[in-house]
């Protein structure tokens, strides 16, 4: 038997790890996102090989370079945008990911709302929240939430599945957590997208239904 990558012992790793900690804190597990950014088919196999259903991107482009021979491989996996989208590749991101996670303004809300119209189909949809109101990253301002949810939901009929949120880098994700947390339960949105490769754990502990992991798993870029 060949040797299992080390992107595949990483994933299994992670996983159980993911499983240990929720049972620990009396919590649900997350789903584990394999974030494969800047990798290419070959090197994301082995992680689908490994039993990895749901992976995330950040740019349309390059998903379509890689994922449309993947996907037809393996009809299972669900893949995510986790980067900012521009309204411009609305069409192919609609086309190609069954999940966006940066719904961050209104001018893509109306994008993505008309090109799954025009598709005939139905993504899931996050809303991108700016936790820490840092002005150098994508998402909507905490104050502004629950009116842009609502925009979203009433106004042009999106079917909301939850929130994101990347935290500050130098700050304690935490408090970042929890106010993704209660963000979500005011909008009665179910699912929660926060923790990365450093602070995935700690994410668990305040409910994510799903945590984005890219280094732990398929190493340095």
């Given at each position: 038997m060949a040797e299992i990558a080390q992107s595949a012992r990483n994933y299994i790793d992670i996983c159980e790890e993911l499983e240990q900690h929720a049972k620990k804190h009396d919590v649900k597990a997350p789903r584990l996102i394999s974030v494969s950014k800047t990798f290419d088919a070959e090197a994301i196999q082995p992680v689908i090989d490994a039993g990895c259903q749901i992976f995330g991107e950040n740019r349309v482009q390059e998903a379509q370079g890689k994922w449309p021979g993947l996907k037809q491989a393996t009809p299972n996996i669900e893949l995510h945008l986790i980067g900012p989208l521009q309204s411009n590749k609305a069409s192919d991101a609609v086309e190609l990911f069954d999940c966006i996670q940066t719904i961050d303004r209104e001018k893509i809300a109306k994008a993505v709302a008309r090109e799954m119209e025009k598709q005939n189909k139905q993504l899931k949809l996050f809303v991108q929240i700016n936790t820490g109101s840092e002005p150098q990253k994508a998402g909507i301002l905490p104050d502004q939430a629950s009116d842009f949810i609502a925009f979203c939901?009433?106004?042009?009929?999106?079917?909301?599945?939850?929130?994101?949120c990347i935290p500050p880098f130098d700050e304690n994700p935490g408090p970042h957590f929890a106010l993704l947390r209660k963000i979500a339960a005011e909008a009665s949105l179910s699912s929660l997208s926060m923790g990365m490769s450093a602070d995935y754990l700690t994410a668990t502990e305040f409910d994510a239904t799903h945590v984005r992991v890219g280094s732990g798993i398929f190493g340095a870029r």
């Open positions: 939901q009433n106004d042009i009929g999106l079917q909301l599945e939850g929130l994101m």
